[in-house]
């Protein structure tokens, strides 16, 4: 039942943050303003800084749903990832100014949906549950950023904006489904291990119980 609810808070909290928390970044212009004003800081400044900030907190979210309760420091990992992606906006502009990050004429790399794939293809090779968590991440910047400019895989094709109602499916769903890939795969294999491990101990135990009779 507790397992229930955390879910369900968390899919209402996710979708809390794509709905109310894209609207005051990209919508209410009077918000960030006074933000910017109370800081003294630029309002480019601010609106990226709260837009990565919902890129971590969507991450983490995910994961959460992925996982729990199995979560220890990948909650952490989660959030870094989907946030530090936008770290290519200032190697493309080859600048630490805001204004010249957000200024590229194409987006940059790690925006790249193909490259992410390709990445993560790879990735499930070496390690599988890490190869999970770094899809989740990537992959909820990605919807996100594709619901005002679309995906973008590579050479191939960009897509137009995708529609609210898909991007906020997306997020919410995509974690369930990988969920159940995690737990049917990666968490029943690392139990079978344990209990194979255990079930080793005992036996060993019971040899030395006899022997010592």
Same mark, same amino acid.
Not at 12 to 28: E, Q, S, T
Not at 53 to 75: D, F, K, T
Not at 78 to 107: G, K, M, T, Y
């Given at each position: 039942?507790?397992?229930? #609810? ?6 209402? /909290? $996710?979708?809390?943050? /794509?709905? &109310?928390?894209?609207?005051? %970044? ?5 918000? &960030? ?15 990226? $800084? ?6 971590? =907190?969507?991450? =983490? ?12 420091? @990948? ?5 870094? +990832? ?16 805001? @204004? ?14 193909? =490259? ?5 293809? %790879? $990735? ?5 549950? /890490?190869?999970?968590?770094? #899809? ?6 990605? +919807? ?10 590579? #050479? ?14 997306? +997020?919410?769903?995509?974690? =369930? ?9 990666? %968490? @029943? ?11 080793? #101990? ?6 030395? @119980?006899?022997?010592?009779?």
């Amino acid at each position: 039942m507790k397992k229930i #609810f955390i879910l369900g808070l968390t899919e209402i /909290c $996710l979708a809390f943050l /794509c709905i &109310v928390g894209d609207h005051y %970044v990209f919508d209410n212009e009077i918000l &960030v303003h006074k933000i910017s004003t109370f800081f003294g800081l630029s309002e480019r400044l601010i609106r990226a $800084l709260m837009d990565n900030s919902i890129h971590a =907190l969507v991450g =983490l979210g995910s994961w959460l749903l992925v996982a729990y309760p199995n979560l220890s420091r @990948q909650l952490i990992a989660s959030a870094f +990832i989907s946030s530090i992606i936008d770290i290519d906006h200032f190697i493309s502009a080859r600048s630490f100014s805001v @204004q010249d990050a957000v200024s590229l004429p194409q987006r940059p790399f790690l925006h790249n949906s193909l =490259l992410m794939i390709s990445i993560n293809f %790879v $990735l499930f090779f070496i390690n599988k549950k /890490c190869s999970i968590l770094f #899809f989740i991440s990537w992959f909820s910047h990605h +919807i996100r950023d594709a619901n005002r400019r679309g995906l973008w895989l590579g #050479f191939i094709y960009t897509t137009r904006p995708i529609q609210d109602r898909i991007y906020h499916s997306l +997020i919410l769903i995509t974690p =369930l489904i990988v969920r159940y890939a995690y737990y049917s795969t990666y %968490v @029943q294999t690392s139990h079978d291990y344990f209990k194979l491990l255990f079930s080793y #101990f005992d036996s060993n135990r019971n040899l030395e @119980q006899i022997q010592m009779v």
